[in-house]
């Protein structure tokens, strides 16, 4: 009993995610601007696929979960709280733990570099434009 009550605590003093709470932030005038095609793709093409893709194995992965893909519009939007609580940006929380500190140079492969980090406005674009794409028609 007193492992778990140990490992309850040290749970609660690790790094954990909060969502940003920028559903409200949808009415803001150029936060529907923000697009999969004008924003979206780049960014997970600049900080997410390098390891978070449908075409690499789990081995290529360096820790990425299965089934937490970014390469595509559907791919994100079935993981957008996910990927705001782990690297977006808004009222309620900044959150950068991701991307690590490690990236792979080719996707899939070893972690040999720094990674690329997104400004704290690409983290709270990437919040609102996570809320309002939920909200469009696909």
């Given at each position: 009993m007193?492992?778990?009550?140990?490992?309850?605590?040290?749970?609660?003093?690790?790094?954990?995610?909060?969502a940003?709470?920028t559903?409200?932030?949808?009415?803001?005038?150029?936060?529907?601007?923000?697009?999969?095609?004008?924003?979206?793709?780049?960014?997970?093409?600049?900080?997410?696929?390098?390891?978070?893709?449908?075409?690499?194995?789990?081995?290529?992965?360096?820790?990425?979960?299965?089934?937490?893909?970014?390469?595509?519009l559907?791919?994100?939007l079935?993981?957008?709280?996910?990927?705001?609580?782990?690297?977006?940006?808004g009222?309620?929380?900044?959150?950068?733990?991701?991307?690590?500190?490690?990236?792979?140079?080719?996707?899939?492969?070893?972690?040999?570099?720094?990674?690329?980090?997104?400004?704290?406005?690409?983290?709270?674009?990437?919040?609102?434009?996570?809320a309002c794409?939920?909200?469009?028609?696909?």
């Amino acid at each position: 009993m007193r492992f778990i009550l140990l490992c309850a605590l040290i749970a609660g003093c690790t790094n954990t995610q909060v969502a940003t709470a920028t559903r409200t932030l949808c009415a803001e005038p150029d936060a529907m601007a923000l697009t999969w095609d004008n924003f979206g793709h780049q960014f997970m093409t600049d900080f997410c696929t390098a390891c978070h893709d449908s075409t690499l194995l789990h081995s290529q992965r360096n820790g990425a979960p299965l089934f937490h893909d970014c390469e595509t519009l559907m791919g994100v939007l079935e993981i957008a709280d996910h990927i705001d609580s782990w690297a977006g940006a808004g009222p309620a929380a900044d959150n950068t733990l991701m991307p690590p500190s490690e990236c792979p140079t080719t996707p899939g492969g070893p972690l040999n570099r720094s990674c690329p980090q997104p400004t704290q406005k690409q983290r709270e674009d990437l919040s609102k434009w996570l809320a309002c794409e939920r909200t469009r028609t696909h």
